[in-house]
């Protein structure tokens, strides 16, 4: 998986746990596809600063994995629902989960 599919996974999970700043600039960056030069001009700050709110933003979503593997834990309970053979055991087991 490519590192920017990560972040932006893992963004799913902790995004609410950065600050305004962090969460707006990396949105801006990783979902709006604004360069640092945009970002910056947008809000009246340097290009310097975008870039350290961003790289902030990454460095804790990676944090808040490596520490609580909310993503990872997710991935294999789906890995472990879709090897289950029984159709009606399997959707009953997705739903529990609020997966489909």
Do not use: P
């Not at 990783?30 to 947008?42: G, M, P, T, V």
């Not at 994995?65 to 789906?78: A, F, G, Q, S, T």
């Not at 472990?80 to 997966?99: F, G």
């Amino acid at each position: 998986m490519e590192n920017r599919d990560y972040l932006i996974i893992l963004y799913d999970y902790y995004g609410e746990l950065l600050s305004d700043d962090n969460r707006k600039y990396f949105e801006d960056y990783y979902f709006d596809n604004l360069s640092l030069s945009e970002i910056a001009e947008n809000n009246n700050i340097s290009r310097n600063a975008v870039h350290k709110h961003i790289k902030s933003a990454e460095e804790k979503l990676t944090f808040y994995e490596e520490k609580l593997r909310l993503c990872k834990k997710d991935k294999e309970i789906k890995e472990k629902i879709n090897k289950i053979k029984e159709e009606d055991l399997r959707k009953k087991m997705l739903e529990l989960l609020n997966l489909i």
